[in-house]
């Protein structure tokens, strides 16, 4: 079990939102990718983490933490349960800038979609959630085949070719990364727990060979990759010195370290630029 009201009141929400609802969800979705920080430092700090969202719980509610999808999405998950949402997880598969085509579901990202909340222009009531891509959505989609801008970013959604059934999301192309294909069958954690391996210890992983901190905001993204901190779309970009990274990581993505964390951290992305 876990306590949701502690939980809203961490991501800054009065913890009593009411039954399910369409603006609840919205008003959750941004709250969790505004508060809670896209992050690979477990990664970088050699600390094995799981696939069990109990666990990101925990982590999230402690410290500012936060992690990468399958700790971010799962976690938004057991609070979407527990206030009485029907959510569910996918198999998931996010294509990279580098892979000229869509990868399918390979496993390496955790989905989410919530059903039941039907509303104008989605009588069917499936929307997309996801506090787990780090430079994603601010918003939940939904499940309507379109284009959608979210403050100066634009997304779009529709059937996926690689996956039957699925769905397909196309991310702003100023981005990083190509789009996301997840299927419409339920997920459990054994679906992800390889890819988690690969991803938080292989050495040719990028979360093993970079520091990546992000978050999402009404009109962009905090980026933070080792010491480089970019706002996105803006194009501002610039590399931090020590004091500057320190101040970075907890102002802008609240995030509180020991001293010993944040000298270990600290000597790990210090040559990066």
């Known amino acids: 079990m876990i306590d949701a009201g502690a939980y809203l009141r961490r991501i ?3 913890d009593d939102l009411g039954p ?8 959750i979705h941004r709250a969790h990718v505004e508060r809670v920080p896209y992050e690979t430092i477990e990664i970088q700090l050699r600390r094995p983490t799981t696939v069990d969202p109990h666990e990101a719980y925990e982590r999230i509610m402690r410290g500012g933490r936060g992690g990468y999808c399958y700790h971010l999405n799962g976690s938004f998950s057991l609070l979407l349960g527990a206030l009485g949402y029907d959510v569910t997880w996918h198999k998931g598969g996010v294509q990279p800038g580098t892979e000229p085509q869509p990868v399918g579901a390979t496993g390496n990202h955790l989905a989410l979609t919530v059903s039941g909340l039907p509303a104008a222009g989605n009588p069917a009531g ?4 996801d506090a787990g891509l780090g430079n994603g959505i601010h918003e939940p989609l ?4 379109g284009r959608y801008h979210q403050g100066a970013l634009g997304y779009a959604l529709g059937p996926s070719a690689k996956e039957p059934g699925g769905w397909r999301f196309d991310q702003d192309p ?23 391996e690969w991803l938080s210890t292989d050495p040719q992983s990028p979360f093993v ?5 992000q978050r999402r905001d009404a009109t962009g993204i905090d980026s933070l990759v080792d010491r480089e901190l970019q706002r996105v779309p803006d194009g501002d970009t610039r590399v931090l010195d020590r004091v500057e990274w320190a101040e970075v990581l907890h102002d802008v993505f609240g995030i509180e370290l ?4 944040a000298d270990a951290l600290w000597a790990r992305v210090q040559y990066s630029r």
């Open 174 to 196: 100023r981005l990083s990364w190509k789009g996301m294909d997840f299927r419409p069958g339920v997920a459990t954690a054994t679906d992800f727990a390889d890819r988690h």
């Open 126 to 129: 499936g929307w997309m959630v």
């Open 20 to 27: 399910p609802s369409v603006e609840g969800l919205f008003a």
């Open 258 to 261: 020991g001293a010993d964390e």
């Open 12 to 14: 800054g929400l009065d």
């Open 209 to 213: 060979r970079s520091l990546v901190v």
């Open 142 to 145: 939904p499940l309507v085949p």
